[in-house]
């Protein structure tokens, strides 16, 4: 069998990024991303700053909220409808985790769907269900975005997801249910992983073990997505074994990782766009 095609993430994202830097300059409103961390979460806080980085480098605009761990719910609430209503901010970006005493639930639904560029609320997942126009989550829109980059075709294959997280399995099934990719989710109830993982043609690892998908599980020629990310810059498949077996693969770091952020700045440049039309 040939080498596999190590799919470049970082590469694709710096194109994106070339590209909605030229459509930012075109809009007469720059788009503003409103960024809300609550609480001093140290992971958070640089996940966060990094958005904000990303914003800057492609002309937008980002807006820091920072509110006291002490925050409660209602507060929060607040603070969301004022954003939603305020025409100068495109995208609302809640950071998860919240503290215990904040219904994060409540949150997410309260962001605008027209500004919900995460793609986190009730709503946007249903809309996206019925293959409605709304922005999906922004790592499984990454790897579809990358998919299709790389010219690997979905539909009519056999997609094994471990993982259904509802900001990343199950959207991830759902975007390769609407490119007519047969879809088996599997999860810690799952009897038999390796039995489904025999027959994948496309593998989405999301189920934030490191190593935990095996090359020994896998056929000849399958695409390995992988979307974990581990201490010590490993992802959820095992890479070395399962590059032995796969005809695409994503390295981590440098994978998945950078079509996230691609992919929010994407739908925030994209809710900017409308906003103006």
């Known amino acids: 069998m040939a080498e596999p095609v190590i799919l470049d993430g970082k590469k694709l994202a710096g194109e994106i990024r070339e590209d909605l830097k030229q ?24 996940y966060v700053k990094m958005k904000g980085k990303a914003c800057e480098s492609i002309g937008m605009a980002s807006r820091k909220i920072e509110l006291p761990a002490t925050t409660q719910t209602d507060a929060l609430l607040r603070i969301i409808d004022e954003l939603n209503q305020d025409p100068d901010v495109h995208g609302i970006l809640l950071q998860h985790p919240v503290p215990e005493n904040v219904d994060e639930r ?36 990454g790897m579809i ?12 294959k ?14 991830m099934a759902l975007l390769l249910l609407e490119r007519n990719a047969t879809v088996t989710v599997c999860h810690s109830r799952t009897k038999n992983l390796e039995g489904h993982l025999a027959t994948a043609d496309i593998v989405v690892a999301a189920v934030g073990k490191p ?25 959820d498949a095992d890479y ?38």
């Open 211 to 235: 190593n935990f998908i095996q090359g020994a599980s896998l056929k000849e020629g399958v695409v390995v997505m992988d979307a974990g990310y581990n201490e010590g810059n490993v992802g």
């Open 158 to 171: 056999h997609a094994v997801v471990v993982g259904r997280s509802p900001i990343l399995g199950k959207p």
């Open 145 to 156: 975005r990358l998919m299709d980059e790389y010219e690997i075709p979905i539909e009519g």
């Open 240 to 277: 070395d074994s399962c590059f032995k077996k796969a005809s695409h693969i994503t390295p981590v770091p440098g994978g998945v990782g950078p079509m996230t952020i691609a992919m929010l700045l994407a739908h925030t440049v994209q809710a900017a766009e409308k906003a103006a039309s």
């Open 23 to 46: 459509r930012v300059a075109k809009l007469s409103r720059k788009p503003v991303l409103a960024t809300i961390l609550v609480g001093a979460d140290p992971a958070s806080a640089t």
């Open 106 to 141: 409540a949150a997410f639904d309260r962001i605008a769907a027209e500004k919900d560029v995460d793609g986190v609320t009730t709503l946007g997942f249903g809309k996206i269900s019925f293959g409605q126009d709304a922005y999906p989550s922004c790592t499984p829109a």
